[in-house]
């Protein structure tokens, strides 16, 4: 989803990318042209680890995750645009951590199948990462609320809020506290299968391509999909 959303993006030539792409010295008319090509690639990507998964892929978007998303803060956006798209890059490395490892270069172009069974040792470091990345991404959009994000204040405008600014506040707390308390400090299974259904509702309502946006942030809900799970497995147990 992530790879997918982020080169339909590239093929509709989004011009915030002309900003991000002059970090790496691109001017406008080439960042123009490189675009569709970014954008194809990102697909392409994206298609292979539905249909073949490798871990050269994934390890591929672990470091393009992390790159693109540390472009926004480099270009002049706050820092919390970078640390809220953790997902874009946790994700595709807990998914390195689950699977075996590769023992040879031949294996990070093969398949990866998922282990038949799962160490406590191995399942708690898959945790943590989870832990890490879910709790980045929701301080991150937390803290975009509460400095008062254009964006942010568009969607609450666009489906009916007369303050904005001030749900905005709230929000951002509550996000904050949730992603410092329930996932850092004290993961409940329940309360981060609510905050899982809060996140793919509240990123339906962009004022703009609202559903490239939403696909685009498919990192961050299977980070707190999976979490759920293995908190819930580890309750269980």
Request: net charge positive; glycine share 10%; aromatic share 12%.
């Amino acid at each position: 989803m992530c790879l997918i959303g982020h080169g339909l993006f590239g093929i509709i030539t989004k011009a915030v990318w002309c900003n991000y792409l002059a970090v790496a010295g691109i001017d406008q008319t080439m960042a123009y042209q490189l675009m569709p090509l970014i954008g194809i690639v990102d697909i392409i990507m994206g298609i292979s680890l539905l249909l073949f998964p490798i871990r050269a892929v994934a390890l591929w978007l672990v470091l393009w995750g992390f790159m693109t998303a540390a472009m926004r803060p480099l270009s002049g956006e706050p820092f919390a645009e970078l640390i809220e798209r953790a997902g874009n890059f946790g994700a595709p490395l807990t998914l390195l951590l689950l699977c075996p490892n590769a023992k040879t270069f031949k294996g990070w172009f093969q398949k990866m199948q998922p282990p038949g069974t799962i160490s406590k040792e191995d399942l708690e470091k898959v945790i943590l990462c989870l832990r890490i990345t879910a709790c980045l991404l929701l301080v991150g959009h937390g803290w975009l609320n509460l400095i008062g994000k254009k964006g942010l204040l568009g969607q609450y405008e666009s489906i009916g809020f007369k303050d904005p600014i001030l749900l905005s506040y709230i929000i951002g707390i509550i996000e904050i506290a949730c992603g410092a308390y329930f996932i850092a400090v004290r993961p409940l299974h329940r309360f981060i299968l609510l905050l899982f259904i809060w996140k793919i509702g509240s990123e339906l309502f962009y004022p703009q391509w609202e559903i490239l946006e939403w696909v685009e942030r498919g990192g961050s809900y299977g980070i707190l999909l999976s979490l759920y799970f293995a908190v819930r497995k580890t309750y269980l147990e």
